[in-house]
T-cell receptor, first 113, second 111 residues
């Protein structure tokens, strides 16, 4: 079974703080993704990575950056957290090639006060 | 970004009823995926479809890849209380590895 883990289930941060969300997958997948999920807005892609040190912007990259130094780990960074970044953050991984299935972690509920 | 048209938005069902939901797209897809999300958890992959016309089952769930490649259907037979949650469809066309997501169908059991 694919296992995707996220560093925290719940996180509370103050406005202006730098926030790191970490994601680790154990299936040697090429691709990793970061989404945010808000009520009524569905899943929106922030960034994804198709290889170590490679990244591509998704639909809503503003205010976020990412890092993929190792194949199994993909980090999402909020350089200066703002209240409008309060959300559920979901990490996913996928095998790549012609396989488009994505496997999700349990999510991190981030609250910025 | 682009979204799929997923319907219905929500459904109230009696235990034991069959359930149907669908997703439509304005463009052709080569992959359709169906996920279920429980409250406070990440989505879990239920069924993956890779071929137009394909019909695939996973227990009481059956999904179909529409012949036009612009739609997909998910059916749940004889629903049980643990079926409640939000069901998402996702499709892949000819872009990079991004999936296009539906807004979800929320399944609620009638008391």
């Amino acid at each position: 079974d694919v296992k995707v883990t996220q560093s925290s289930r719940y996180l509370v941060k103050r406005t202006g703080e730098k926030v790191f969300l970490e994601c680790v997958q154990d299936m040697d997948h090429e691709n990793m993704f970061w989404y945010r999920q808000d009520p009524g807005l569905g899943l929106r892609l922030i960034y994804f990575s198709y290889d170590v040190k490679m990244k591509e912007k998704g639909d809503i990259p503003e205010g976020y950056s990412v890092s993929r130094e190792k194949k199994e780990r993909f980090s999402l960074i909020l350089e200066s957290a703002s209240t409008n970044q309060t959300s559920m953050y979901l990490c996913a991984s996928g095998a790549g090639g012609i396989i488009y299935e994505q496997y999700f972690g349990p999510g991190t509920r981030l609250t910025v006060t | 970004g682009q979204q799929l048209n997923q319907s219905p938005q929500s459904m109230f069902i009696q235990e034991g009823e069959d359930v149907s939901m669908n997703c439509t797209s304005s463009s052709i897809f080569n992959t359709w995926l169906w996920y279920k999300q429980d409250p406070g958890e990440g989505p879990v992959l239920l069924i993956a479809l890779y071929k137009a016309g394909e019909l695939t089952s996973n227990g009481r769930l059956t999904a179909q890849f529409g012949i036009t490649r612009k739609d997909s259907f998910l059916n749940i037979s004889a629903s049980i209380p643990s079926d409640v949650g939000i069901y998402f469809c996702a499709g892949h066309g000819d872009s990079n590895y991004q999936l296009i997501w539906g807004a979800g169908t929320k399944l609620i059991i009638k008391p």
